[in-house]
């Protein structure tokens, strides 16, 4: 997300119900009857039950969950080739829930593209041209968008096959005609809709590579449907759960896995290999005990250490900055000498992360240490908190959250 956050969508209590008897549905919803018990009582199905959030301008949203959960039912609401029972969508603050079928077009055509699972090619049709095909329906001249097309084609990593026919093409490469005939629209918004999942393993990998690129050189607002976890995890700057109509949670993977707002979820994520996903900032303890270099002499670190039963404290200057460690035996020899400072024995030629750093980042330093894990800040270098070997360890293992919180608990008590 950017730093100074431009909110580009935001969605208030958007509902959705297929059927005749909407209303009589949308009563019963509010009643909060089950989606199983309208289905049953108006034969109407709920297809998006209250969704409400907001996409920041450069981010990539994803919305995942099982078969049936609503995925497609809400991105579609976004562009209101569904028309949404109730709620608003605010596009660019402005609601495409009240616009009338020109202003809609005309959103259409300026704010957002989608993206299909299905390519959609015209089989008859070069590659350029299908490209091109968003803007000549809308009545751009042929050298625009044959040039705009021409860029779009680049991007995608499709040039030098503009005069080649879809049936010439790969999967993979047909699924990059249909990005580059979306981003030859030059959309703000990209609705992609399981773009990915009709892709053999490798090539979808390639894909979300190839999107994540695309991406950091054009900044867009992308909603991404998936129901591959993995996917989420990968493409998403937050993820979106669905369920029976139902937005479950909202979060980054990290947020998710360590926060999970319900059972489901939790069951949801489980099997979810943590270790590139679980961060320094989320594991670290803030409230240390920290030596002073210049203030504290060796029997006040002796002291300290007594205090809180550690024999090793961080140690930072007057400026707050980490600067190393000290140990007790160390601290004992200095007091023997009767030395007052503690220079001499501070070890600086320790490892330091920054907060970012996932439990795979870090697993490699541990080895071969017997301290936790300093966490400092990028800029100025002061200590932010630490992370202790037994936290990396376990998050490194594929327990669950339960397990992990339950494991954490028994490798505090003893
Ligand atoms: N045109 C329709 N008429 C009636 N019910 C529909 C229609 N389209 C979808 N539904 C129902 O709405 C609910 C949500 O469907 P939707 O297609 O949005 O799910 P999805 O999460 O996209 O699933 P998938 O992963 O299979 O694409 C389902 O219960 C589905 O049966
Ligand atoms: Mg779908």
């Not at 034969?43 to 969950?65: D, H, L, P, Q, W």
Request: net charge negative; with cysteine.
């Amino acid at each position: 997300m950017s730093e100074k956050e431009t909110i580009k969508i935001n969605v208030e209590d958007l509902t959705l119900i297929f059927g005749k008897r909407k209303q009589e549905a949308l009563v019963l919803l509010k009643k909060g009857v089950s989606k199983e018990e309208i289905l049953k009582k108006t034969k109407c199905t709920v297809g998006v039950n209250r969704a409400n959030f907001e996409i920041s301008e450069g981010e990539i949203f994803v919305i995942m969950g099982l078969s049936g959960s609503g995925k497609s039912t809400l991105i579609r609401c976004l562009n209101r080739l569904n028309e949404p029972t109730a709620g608003k969508v605010f596009i660019n603050g402005h609601d495409i829930t009240r616009e009338s079928n020109k202003e809609l077009l005309e959103t259409r055509r300026t704010e957002m593209s989608m993206v299909f699972q299905k390519f959609g090619l015209l089989p008859h049709r070069t590659i350029l041209e299908n490209a091109a095909f968003g803007l000549e329906i809308r009545g751009e001249k042929k050298e625009l968008r044959d040039e705009r097309a021409q860029n779009a084609l680049e991007t995608v990593g499709l040039k030098g096959y503009e005069n080649q026919f879809p049936s010439e093409m790969s999967g993979g490469m047909q699924q990059r005609v249909g990005l580059a005939r979306a981003l030859a629209n030059e959309p703000e918004v990209l609705l992609m809709d399981e773009a990915f999942s009709a892709l053999d393993p490798l090539i979808k990998s390639d894909m979300q590579d190839e999107l994540l690129q695309i991406q950091n050189k054009l900044h867009k607002t992308i909603v991404f449907i998936t129901h591959d976890l993995d996917e989420a995890i990968k493409i998403g700057d937050r993820i979106a759960i669905m369920k029976d109509g139902v937005i479950e949670q909202i979060g980054t993977a990290e947020e998710i896995l360590t926060n999970p707002a319900s059972s489901y979820i939790e069951a949801f994520v489980e099997k979810v290999d943590r270790k590139n996903i679980i961060t320094a900032e989320t594991l670290m303890f803030r409230k240390s005990t920290i030596v002073q270099l210049k203030k504290d002499g060796p029997s006040g670190v002796i002291r300290k250490m007594r205090s809180v039963g550690l024999d090793v404290l961080p140690v930072e200057d007057e400026n707050k900055r980490f600067l190393g460690y000290v140990w007790l035996q160390d601290l004992l020899a200095l007091v023997e000498e009767k030395k007052t400072s503690i220079h001499e024995v501070l070890k600086t030629n320790v490892p330091s992360v920054y907060k970012h750093y996932t439990v795979e980042d870090m697993l490699p330093l541990i080895s071969g240490i017997k301290y936790p894990l300093a966490v400092v800040e990028e800029e100025s270098g002061r200590l932010l908190g630490l992370v202790s070997q037994t936290s990396l360890i376990i998050e490194s293992t594929r327990f669950g959250k339960k397990e992990v919180d339950q494991l954490i608990e028994i490798a505090n008590e003893i």
